[in-house]
């Protein structure tokens, strides 16, 4: 996907938002239903100023959701995502107590019990099944994208195909790729631009097997890697207090707290800007 394309679906979320804001606009009818499932980005997490990671209003199911009040007043807004969770988890609870037992449990219901008018689901997963591997560049990683990352691919597909079924055909399910927090370590010197390079490569492999887990379950995917120009290493463009770097660096160090000095960073989380990109990325995905 083409950043200009990205570009435009960022600010149709703005302008769209900004309708929203001055008045409801169409009929109003029963209530219609966005359920945001996934990780800590479905919840809007973001470092205060003590550098604590905490759920905000400003995440990309806040942003989306106020882009798609205008067209669709009666909609509602469930987010059930939880910090920290991973593919596994999702499926088998863990993490987040949930009355189920797990997310995608919690969520199953929900569908069943709102069939007919739930018009979007959107999800991230996926990012923190590779916690335990380490850095992208650690001896680990190799084993993880053997094993593990694999594992994780499938658990997506099961967590899609349940939402599916639950759902029913006529609902949009919109999964995402994620953005690479990694390329702040370019900041660090040489040894730094060689684990982003190489951080990018095996981020590419991760987020195709993710891509293609959501596409043959039957979800739409949302390009955030492609959003954030996660592979452009070249466009050198100049940041205050950075100096130049490389395209990719600098969106990922404007958009997130990767690159953020102490005591709120350096943190993966998006800021309100890349939650408005994912957003948009969202929003193109699922046709609205």
Same mark, same amino acid.
């Given at each position: 996907?083409?950043?200009?394309?990205?570009?435009?679906?960022?600010?149709?979320?703005? +302008?769209?938002?900004?309708?929203?804001?001055?008045? *409801?606009? !169409?009929?109003?009818?029963?209530?219609?239903?966005?359920? +945001?499932?996934?990780? =800590?980005? =479905?919840?809007g997490v973001q470092p205060d100023a003590t550098g604590v990671s905490v759920e905000t209003?400003?995440?990309? &199911?806040?942003?989306?959701?106020?882009?798609?009040?205008?067209?669709?007043?009666?909609?509602?807004?469930?987010?059930?995502? #939880?910090?920290?969770?991973?593919?596994?988890?999702?499926?088998?609870?863990?993490? #987040?107590?949930? &009355?189920?037992?797990?997310?995608?449990?919690?969520?199953?219901?929900?569908?069943?019990?709102?069939?007919?008018?739930?018009?979007?689901?959107?999800?991230?997963?996926?990012?923190?099944?590779? /916690?335990? #591997? !380490?850095?992208?560049?650690?001896?680990?990683?190799?084993s993880c994208l053997a094993s593990d990352i694999p594992a994780a691919a499938s658990h997506?597909?099961?967590?899609?195909?349940?939402?599916? +079924?639950?759902?029913? *055909?006529?609902?949009?399910?919109?999964?995402?790729?994620?953005?690479?927090?990694?390329?702040? /370590?370019?900041?660090?010197?040489?040894?730094?631009?060689?684990?982003?390079?190489?951080? /990018?490569?095996?981020?590419?492999?991760?987020?195709?097997?993710?891509?293609?887990?959501?596409?043959?379950?039957?979800?739409?995917?949302?390009?955030?890697?492609?959003?954030?120009?996660? &592979?452009?290493?070249?466009?050198?463009?100049?940041?205050?207090?950075?100096?130049?770097? *490389?395209?990719?660096?600098?969106?990922? #160090?404007?958009?997130?707290?990767?690159?953020?000095?102490? *005591?709120?960073?350096?943190?993966?989380?998006?800021?309100?800007?890349?939650?408005?990109?994912?957003?948009?990325?969202?929003?193109?995905?699922?046709?609205?």
């Open positions: 996907m083409r950043l200009v394309r990205i570009a435009s679906a960022v600010a149709a979320v703005a +302008a769209v938002a900004v309708a929203a804001c001055s008045g *409801p606009g !169409g009929s109003s009818g029963p209530a219609s239903y966005y359920l +945001a499932l996934g990780d =800590s980005l =479905s919840q209003g400003q995440g990309y &199911p806040d942003q989306l959701y106020a882009a798609l009040r205008s067209r669709y007043p009666t909609l509602r807004l469930v987010k059930l995502g #939880c910090p920290g969770e991973t593919t596994g988890t999702m499926i088998n609870g863990g993490i #987040c107590r949930y &009355p189920g037992g797990s997310q995608l449990a919690a969520a199953v219901a929900f569908l069943r019990d709102h069939r007919g008018h739930v018009l979007l689901v959107t999800l991230d997963i996926g990012a923190n099944d590779t /916690e335990d #591997c !380490g850095s992208w560049a650690s001896p680990r990683a190799a997506v597909s099961t967590i899609v195909t349940r939402l599916r +079924a639950a759902a029913g *055909p006529g609902v949009r399910i919109a999964g995402m790729s994620y953005y690479l927090p990694a390329l702040a /370590e370019w900041l660090d010197g040489t040894t730094g631009q060689a684990i982003a390079w190489l951080s /990018e490569r095996l981020a590419a492999g991760y987020n195709g097997l993710l891509v293609r887990a959501y596409t043959t379950s039957g979800a739409r995917v949302a390009n955030v890697f492609g959003a954030f120009d996660t &592979p452009n290493f070249g466009d050198a463009v100049t940041v205050p207090g950075m100096g130049r770097v *490389p395209r990719n660096v600098a969106l990922v #160090c404007q958009w997130t707290w990767a690159c953020a000095t102490p *005591p709120r960073g350096p943190n993966q989380h998006a800021n309100q800007t890349g939650y408005g990109v994912i957003a948009g990325a969202l929003l193109h995905a699922a046709g609205l």
